[in-house]
DNA sequence: GTAACCTACAACCAAATGGTTGTAAATCAG
DNA sequence: CTGATTTACAACCATTTGGTTGTAGGTTAC
């Protein structure tokens, strides 16, 4: 999970995402596309491969980079659970109010006995 | 974007968000659930203020901490637009060819007089 | 076989991270 | 006022990051 949202923190790599579900690319195609050094794209793509974002795969002298959606589906439902804890809230809120069981009542009577 | 994920990308810190939305806490009561120091967690808390992800309130002399939920939501749908992008292909190209039209004008007229 | 291409990986560097301790200021309680 | 709490922030340290260059191994083309 972090490893998922470390490699999504980089403007690159998200980059490296989208361009890698439509359509496989390889490495060194990939590495035109940015002004950086074909190795510091190697290894953003190292990072995604880690973190299971894209797999690669052998295709003669190069290898395709392909993303594999699943993982960020993965990513996306952490989110949404996040938010489901949360929205969840409000309608447990009611329900914790026919419930609480009256946390002051040991207060009060704390130094009665 | 980046910071966004970035402060994601840390299990404490998605911890500190997930109990900032059930009830805002100040930072020394957040701190005690941790085994790291204050100013560590002190420091968390500011990697996701940054990010937007919480905002913080003074409240007296201590300073309350509560997550914003848009910050949350914000992440997800750039996660979902990844996803649409892949699967809604072909959807979204006839969407987009019903629609684009209207920057285009510009484009047109430009050079017609 | 030789040359060109694609990838892998090591070594190195500057900057950022995540952690620590310590110090100082503001607020609350007695 | 004094003391305890809560926060802020600086200094420091080890590790990781994101970038570089250079070297070496495999594959394809000629």
Same mark, same amino acid.
């Given at each position: +999970?972090? $490893? ?11 980059? *490296? =995402? ?17 002004? *950086?050094?074909?190795?510091? =794209?190697?290894?953003? =793509? ?10 690669? @795969? ?12 699943? $993982? =960020? #589906? ?5 989110? @949404? @659970? ?10 447990? +809120? ?7 069981? @009256?946390?002051?009542?040991?207060? *009060?009577?704390?130094? #009665?006995?």
């Amino acid at each position: +999970m972090d $490893a998922l949202f470390h490699a999504l923190a980089d403007t690159t790599r998200r980059d *490296i =995402v989208r361009r890698c579900l439509e359509g496989e690319a390889s490495v060194s195609r990939l590495a035109d596309g940015y002004p *950086i050094s074909f190795a510091a =794209v190697q290894k953003h =793509v190292a990072v995604l491969e880690r973190s299971g974002l894209v797999n690669k @795969e052998r295709r003669g002298r190069e290898q395709l980079v392909r993303t594999d959606l699943d $993982a =960020v #589906t993965r990513a996306r439902n952490a989110l @949404e @659970e996040l938010e489901a804890q949360w929205r969840g809230r409000v309608g447990r +809120m009611s329900g914790l109010l026919a419930q609480v069981p @009256e946390p002051t009542q040991n207060k *009060i009577r704390k130094g #009665t006995q």
